[in-house]
């Protein structure tokens, strides 16, 4: 399945019914999640793997790595109203590999896996006053989980990534900007659709 493909599979999914702002649930779109997964797929870190997203909303990059061969997969999420859209979206996607969903705090660890595991994720970049540095709150979840992980973040944080993860024994092996384009969810929103610039980081972990 070539990338462009992923991303036509994954634009047929739900978002949000009902977006909690100090969570800053967004969905990560298609487009995005198709590039996140496709990556770590030529870096062999889908196949045959336990694959873990944390925060995993309505189950976008799951489920996206949900087909590319992995041995399962594992979208944590607080919100329970979310995982119920997941699950929708799980259905209808088909996916065939075995996909769980665990209701938990992806910045407290709620799981422990033995197996090699790859995070991905696109956390909460700390925007929301009630929300702030939750992104380093995820990645310290990363760290403790796998052995790589993928993440979205705001444009100009690769100083903060490399700092927090040399200080853990790891290494960012790759980066890239992304585009996330977001579509308008609340009333304070202005604009109805807004392109945030953001980076996305390959880690490994120690």
């Known amino acids: 399945m070539t990338k462009r493909q992923l991303e036509t599979r994954l634009g047929v999914l739900a978002g949000f019914d009902d977006p909690v702002a ?3 649930q967004y969905p990560t779109p298609p487009a995005l999640a198709a590039h996140v997964i496709h990556l770590a797929d030529l870096h062999n870190d889908i196949e045959a793997r336990t694959v873990v997203d944390l925060g995993t909303g309505t189950g976008m990059l ?3 790595a949900g087909l590319r061969g992995p041995a399962r997969v594992i979208g944590v999420e607080i919100d329970r109203g979310p995982l119920t859209v997941a699950e929708t979206n799980r259905r209808r996607l088909g996916a065939t590999a075995p996909i769980h969903w665990v209701r938990g705090d992806a910045t407290q660890c709620p799981i422990r896996l033995p197996e090699p595991t790859t995070v991905v994720m696109n956390p909460p970049f700390g ?3 009630d929300n702030q540095h939750a992104d380093r709150r995820f990645l310290k979840t990363a760290a403790q989980l796998g052995d790589v992980s993928y ?3 705001n444009a100009g944080s690769q100083e903060f ?3 927090f993860v040399a200080d853990r024994g790891g290494e960012v092996t790759h ?3 992304a585009e ?3 579509d308008r969810q609340h009333d304070h929103h202005t604009e109805s659709q807004v392109a945030l610039d953001t980076e996305v980081y390959r880690v490994k972990w120690a």
């Open 22 to 24: 100090s969570l800053e």
């Open 62 to 64: 799951a489920l996206g």
């Open 127 to 129: 925007a929301h006053k």
């Open 151 to 153: 993440s979205v973040h």
């Open 161 to 163: 990534v490399d700092s």
């Open 175 to 177: 980066a890239f900007a």
């Open 180 to 182: 996330l384009d977001l």
